[in-house]
């Protein structure tokens, strides 16, 4: 039987947690390849993070802002974009909706 989840159940899963992972190694992923869905629910934008992998994501809902390394993009249903490796990123949502869903995947960088 292959593996699989659903964003309804992972989204269920989530009430105080903002992220989760849908796919990692359990789901046959390899390299360190994941990917997840993050729901930002703050208006202000937190501690940025950086990774050793480049990341890219996907706006499923809602209304946001990205911040990659210090410029700021808007985020709306259908926006696509890639951090690079090593490079900072925070997103924050808008506040005029209740949360930005996110889509997001890391993939290794040989």
């Known amino acids: 039987m292959i593996p699989?989840?659903?964003?309804?159940?992972i989204i269920a899963q989530m009430p105080e947690r903002t992220g989760h992972t849908l796919l990692d190694e359990d789901q046959g992923c390899v390299k360190g390849c994941r990917m997840g869905v993050s729901l930002y629910r703050n208006t202000?934008?937190?501690?940025?993070?950086?990774?050793?992998?480049?990341?890219?994501?996907f706006v499923l809902d809602g209304k946001g802002y990205a911040l990659i390394n210090g410029e700021e993009i808007p985020l709306l249903p259908g926006t696509a974009f890639m951090v690079p490796a090593h490079t900072d990123h925070v997103i924050r949502r808008d506040p005029s909706c209740d949360c930005c869903k996110v889509l997001w995947f890391h993939a290794a960088v040989e």
Do not use: N, R, V
């Open 4 to 9: 699989y989840t659903t964003l309804d159940s």
């Open 44 to 57: 202000e934008y937190h501690m940025p993070q950086k990774h050793d992998d480049q990341e890219g994501f």
